[in-house]
């Protein structure tokens, strides 16, 4: 060992090699200020293998081919910069320790590492005390957690905005002090502007001043409501109980005179520092709820009304005095098919019955059974002049209740019937598609113009309830469309497309 080498060794403390070795450095090197030698007297064993020169003539003009051939390559010009010989003495100038984090590269894996430097006399000459340290692990972990805590904050931020961006009013007020903190922009008398803008002064705004004005100049229903959920007193309880917030509904005055329904909601919290319970209050306008609402009460009422319409359009009593008729006549000359044509003239019955009590869609199925009953009792009625044909190729899914049915039984009665002796076909076909069910009902019945059908609809000349119950069904509870196609002298059909939607799906 040199003279140099053992003065150092000898003069180094040995509190600060314990503490470096306690601290796990991987190396500590020791530079001259003046003369800028510089040797490593620790090396841990990783830190060895990478082959570094452990001592020379000139620490800055050897970091070159020394520490940067073993930095990751994206963090050699900051490493490079941050050991200049002018930066790293007036960093030590300005603190006792210069630190900074970089990446090394160990078994082709870039570590991070933490390079720590201090200014010590050694021999009555100045030197630098470089330790390496292994910090991967934590800084990785630090980036985790400032990740998730950017994440936190900006979904707090995010709520906050959501929370406001439908508000009408909001406002921070310090409950346990009784002060307004802030208040969004509105019609309030100017002596509460100015005490709101002067926060620190002996007289500032009064959350319970506040509410007192707005309870006699502004609130114009449920005020009693209103005062025992917004008294401050009845809001630190709420906190101290657990709840995080409290909520009223009311109806207040707005400038143009008309009385606006409102909710106003408290999010209870506290002040980590001072342990103040603060609340943010947020009073919503809930004019457009509430005719969003009227309208869904309405579309409501229409849905059950268009059942009821449908219901009685499908049970018209020439229907049932024909049908029973009809039953009468062949029960002496064939019991059996009048039996099962008493079954059909059930099935039919109680498809309408349920249809009035309940919109629920069912399966394709259960519609098919009803249409198939119904065609049972027509041709009963018409014989040989009706056919009719089932093509279904898809089962497996739901649709409303007699949507089906009466197009086929237009189909019959308006297509067919008016054909006089020869009579016709109806044909109904289902297939799945990518995007949809499609059902068809096809006739070649007399078949009637489009254009004009729906103009007559249009000027009140046409009867468009049938055609009209059914397809508002369709539309208003699954989103399925009607499209009429007819030729005059060709026939009709009407396509029903129902949307692929799991939750219509029969499964």
């Known amino acids: 060992m040199s003279n140099y080498d053992t003065e150092l060794q000898n003069a180094l403390s040995q509190e600060a090699i314990v503490k470096a070795l306690f601290e796990r450095y991987e190396s500590l090197y020791s530079v001259d200020i003046e003369t800028s030698v510089y040797r490593c007297f620790y090396e841990s064993n990783s830190f060895s293998s990478l082959g570094l020169e452990s001592q020379g003539e000139d620490f800055f003009k050897d970091l070159e081919r020394n520490l940067l051939k073993v930095i990751y390559p994206d963090d050699q010009a900051y490493v490079r910069s941050m050991l200049a010989r002018s930066v790293l003495l007036a960093g030590l100038e300005k603190e006792k320790y210069y630190s900074f984090i970089y990446r090394l590269v160990i078994d082709g894996v870039p570590l991070y590492h933490k390079l720590r430097a201090t200014r010590e006399i050694v021999n009555h000459r100045p030197h630098v005390l470089i330790g390496i340290r292994n910090v991967d692990k934590a800084f990785r972990l630090d980036q985790m957690h400032v990740k998730q805590l950017s994440a936190m904050q900006r979904k707090e931020v995010n709520h906050l905005e959501a929370i406001l961006a439908s508000a009408e009013e909001y406002m921070e007020v310090n409950l346990s002090k009784d002060i307004v903190l802030e208040l969004s922009n509105g019609a309030i008398p100017a002596e509460f502007t100015e005490r709101l803008c002067a926060p620190n002064s002996e007289n500032p705004l009064s959350y319970s001043d506040f509410e007192k004005w707005r309870i006699e100049s502004v609130i114009a229903e449920n005020k009693k409501k209103y005062i025992e959920i917004s008294d401050r007193n009845y809001l630190i309880r709420c906190f101290e109980r657990g709840e995080p917030r409290a909520s009223v509904s009311f109806s207040m005055k707005i400038a143009s005179g008309k009385i606006q329904p409102c909710k106003k909601v408290f999010y209870l919290y506290q002040d980590e520092a001072s342990g103040d319970v603060l609340a943010f209050c947020v009073i919503y306008d809930l004019t457009e709820q509430q005719r969003k609402e009227k309208e869904l009460r309405d579309l409501e009422r229409e849905l059950q009304m268009s059942r009821i319409r449908n219901f009685t359009s499908q049970m018209q ?130 078949g009637f113009d489009v254009e004009a059908y729906f103009n007559g609809i249009a000027s009140g000349k046409q009867d468009s309830t049938g055609i009209k119950n059914i397809n508002f069904r369709l539309d208003k509870v699954m989103g399925a469309s009607m499209k009429i196609e007819s030729r005059p002298g060709i026939g009709t059909t009407v396509t029903i497309e129902v949307p692929k939607n799991k939750e219509w799906r029969n499964t």
């Not at 009665?413 to 009902?441: D, F, N, P």
Request: aromatic fraction near 10%.
């Open 317 to 446: 009593p020439h229907f049932l005095y024909n049908a029973l008729g009809s039953i009468q006549e062949v029960v002496l000359e064939n019991p059996e098919y009048a039996s099962e044509l008493i079954g059909d003239f059930t099935v039919h019955l109680r498809s309408c019955i349920r249809a009035m009590a309940n919109d629920t869609p069912i399966s394709f199925d259960q519609e098919l059974e009803n249409v198939k009953a119904y065609v049972n009792i027509e041709k009963m009625r018409f014989g040989d002049k009706l056919h009719v044909y089932f093509d279904i190729q898809a089962r497996n899914f739901v649709i409303l209740p007699l949507t089906v049915q009466p197009i086929v039984e237009n189909a019959i009665r308006h297509g067919i019937y008016e054909r006089g002796i020869q009579g016709g076909t109806v044909r109904l076909k289902t297939e799945e598609k990518e995007h949809a069910w499609i059902i068809e009902v096809q006739d070649d019945g007399v």
